[in-house]
Nanobody
Framework: VQLVESGGGLVQSGGSLRLSCAAS????????MAWHRQTPGKERELVAS???????NYADSVRGRFTISRDNAKRTVYLQMDGLKPEDTAVYYC?????????????????WGQGTLVTVSS
């Protein structure tokens, strides 16, 4: 499974962007999907996550401004970002946990996208 992000770019403070992450390749199920972000010199941090059933979780810094959603039929996860702030500037990465069933066992594999840059100007 490959994850490909799109939708990053430059936006003014207070503006909005919508990120998309589409899964391609094998049809193995992806139960947990999330968005993380990273800025230079800092660790990658969780922004928001969503399960197949639609349960969501948000970082305190984005709760109320960002909304994560997914279309299971399209194997795509979205991140709607409203009220953007300069401190939201980062590379945003899509993440998924892929379930792989083999004869021996069920495996759970972490998959990351290549990242998309979001820049918020003040």
């Amino acid at each position: 499974v490959q994850l490909v992000e799109s939708g990053g770019g430059l936006v003014q403070s207070g503006g909005s962007l919508r990120l998309s992450c589409a899964a391609s390749g094998s049809s193995n199920p992806i139960n947990h999907m999330a968005w993380h972000r990273q800025t230079p010199g800092k660790e990658r941090e969780l922004v928001a996550s969503i399960t197949t059933g639609g349960s969501t979780n948000y970082a305190d810094s984005v709760r109320g401004r960002f909304t994560i959603s997914r279309d299971n039929a399209k194997r795509t996860v979205y991140l709607q970002m409203d009220g953007l702030k300069p401190e939201d500037t980062a590379v945003y990465y899509c993440y998924g946990i892929v379930t792989v069933h083999t004869i021996e066992a069920t495996k759970y594999i972490d998959v990351w996208g290549q990242g998309t840059l979001v820049t918020v100007s003040s």
